[in-house]
């Protein structure tokens, strides 16, 4: 069964400095997609990276990129020069064909001036 | 285009009641999905659709029906409404319907109580 963990319940940092948030995931299938989402304290699901399976090289959106690491099946998000309005949940899913995403708990980060 | 619209953002229901949750977009898009989203549980796959007249059960499907008369519209009905239903609501949608690679966007939420 696919499954995504997600272990840090919270994490804290302080503007720009860079943080990473750890997820790692379980699946049988050779190909997989993974995603993080952001959700701000008003509720709404934004995307932010997507990685596949077959990918060489790590994606990377502006401030945000994926550590994908296959051998160890995970795929961190990195986010550089972490800003106020980073302050949020953040949330590691998979999809391995047929859309079904499969989500983990998620990871609250919080950004101190 | 307005992406993936959510109605209502709020609503309250007494145990045994009925509603729909309405979802609507407008990109063209294949596949359609409800998600809940209970604390500490991340988001569960509760109904989707490939396509217009087809659906299938997710993850946690008790309790909802669905239907997919119109590409564009998938509504999702609690037919007596249980406070274990209360939760916050996503509607989503993606292009395809088969390739891992696509990402889902997802509607505004709707937070229903059951009291």
């Known amino acids: 069964a696919q499954k995504i963990t997600q272990t840090q319940p919270g994490m804290f940092v302080q503007e720009k400095e860079a943080v990473t948030l750890d997820c790692t995931y379980d699946?049988?299938?050779?190909?997989?997609?993974l995603f993080w989402y952001k959700q701000p304290s008003s509720g709404e699901m934004i995307f932010l990276i997507y990685?596949?399976?077959?990918?060489?090289q790590n994606a990377t959106e502006g401030r945000y990129s994926l550590n994908f690491q296959k051998a160890r099946k995970s795929a961190n998000l990195v986010i550089s020069a972490s800003q106020l309005g980073d302050s949020a949940m953040y949330f590691c899913a998979m999809n391995t064909g047929f859309q079904k995403l499969v989500f983990g708990t998620g990871t609250r980060l919080l950004v101190s001036p | 285009n307005a992406g993936v619209t959510q109605t209502p953002k709020f609503q309250v229901l007494k145990t045994g009641q009925s509603m729909t949750l309405q979802c609507a977009q407008d990109?063209?898009?294949?596949?359609m999905s409800w998600y809940r989203q209970d604390p500490g549980m991340g988001l569960r796959l509760i109904h989707y659709s490939v396509g217009a007249g087809i659906t299938d059960q997710g993850e946690v499907p008790n309790g909802y029906n669905v239907s997919r008369s119109t590409t564009e519209d998938f509504p999702l009905r609690l037919l007596s409404a249980a406070p274990s239903q209360t939760s916050v609501y996503f509607c989503?949608?993606?292009?395809?319907?088969?390739?891992?690679?696509?990402?889902?966007?997802f509607g505004p939420g709707t937070r229903l109580t059951v009291l």
């Open positions: 699946t049988s299938d050779p190909s997989y997609g």
């Open positions: 989503a949608s993606s292009l395809r319907r088969d390739v891992s690679t696509d990402t889902q966007y």
């Open positions: 990685q596949g399976s077959y990918d060489q």
């Open positions: 990109m063209n898009h294949e596949y």
